[in-house]
């Protein structure tokens, strides 16, 4: 599998994804917003585009759809209850569906509600898997639930999916908020000294050429998957004493998903 992750350059940080099958050259593309920029790696490298995935259905995901698919005939895929608000979806998806590429790769569909209540993430079966998280997980942070989600569902779908993943899954998300995300889990746990290092390392990263986490460095440095952590849960204490002396791991995902929200 041939993983090509393409930095817009936008306003919004987006990574759109080509996944490629080497023996075929046949390639999804997920979430192509810079469709130019996706037709043209796809045409220097010699892949040919018969497949599109939208993670979900929000405009900085879906619109190069229209553009890509003219320009190659590719056929779109997205949540199986998406329809109504991404146009023209040859084929619903839900959890354990399986998206073929060529003759070798396979991706696993995730049913991932919280961002939206219709996202899809992919699982690769290879020896090494990799997830393609879209705005669900992000290197070091989590999705905002504003525009069609909800923060329960996010804890859900973080609690009984994300956390029992593979811990050598590599993650490719749908933006870069590296940086930032680690920023806030500094301001979280501030002793994190692994988070620390890590944002040394990459204050000054291209994200052209992005570093790439794993779900053990995540479970880390990421605060959302850190919702038993001793300082984490001081702190929140300290400052929302309504939390009580223990609080459990959904009202501690909720409230600094909440907090993040306005960090």
Request: charged share 25%; proline share 5%; aromatic share 8%.
């Amino acid at each position: 599998m041939i993983v090509e992750q393409l930095w817009t350059g936008n306003s919004y940080r987006n990574f759109n994804y080509l996944i490629v099958c080497p023996d075929t050259g046949e390639a999804l593309a997920i979430d192509p917003l810079d469709f130019k920029q996706c037709l043209a790696v796809a045409e220097d490298r010699g892949y040919r585009i018969t497949q599109v995935l939208n993670t979900h259905e929000h405009s900085d995901h879906i619109g190069g759809n229209k553009a890509l698919i003219a320009a190659t005939s590719a056929k779109l895929i997205a949540h199986k209850n998406a329809g109504a608000r991404i146009a023209n979806v040859d084929r619903g998806v839900g959890a354990g569906d399986i998206v073929r590429i060529g003759k070798t790769v396979e991706l696993e569909c995730l049913d991932t509600p919280g961002h939206t209540m219709s996202h899809v993430c992919l699982l690769s079966h290879t020896d090494e898997p990799a997830l393609f998280s879209g705005d669900t997980l992000f290197n070091a942070g989590a999705g905002n639930c504003h525009n069609g989600g909800h923060p329960e569902a996010l804890f859900e779908t973080f609690e009984s999916q994300l956390a029992r993943l593979p811990g050598h899954t590599r993650l490719y998300p749908g933006h870069d908020y590296l940086g930032n995300n680690l920023g806030f889990t500094l301001d979280r746990e501030p002793d994190n000294e692994t988070a620390r290092t890590l944002l040394e390392r990459v204050a000054d990263q291209d994200p052209a050429n992005a570093y790439v986490t794993t779900l053990d460095e995540e479970k880390r440095i990421n605060t959302f998957f850190r919702l038993d952590s001793p300082g984490v849960i001081a702190k929140l204490v300290s400052e929302y004493p309504e939390l009580g002396d223990s609080p459990d791991a959904k009202s501690v995902f909720l409230k600094l998903r909440e907090l993040r929200n306005r960090w």
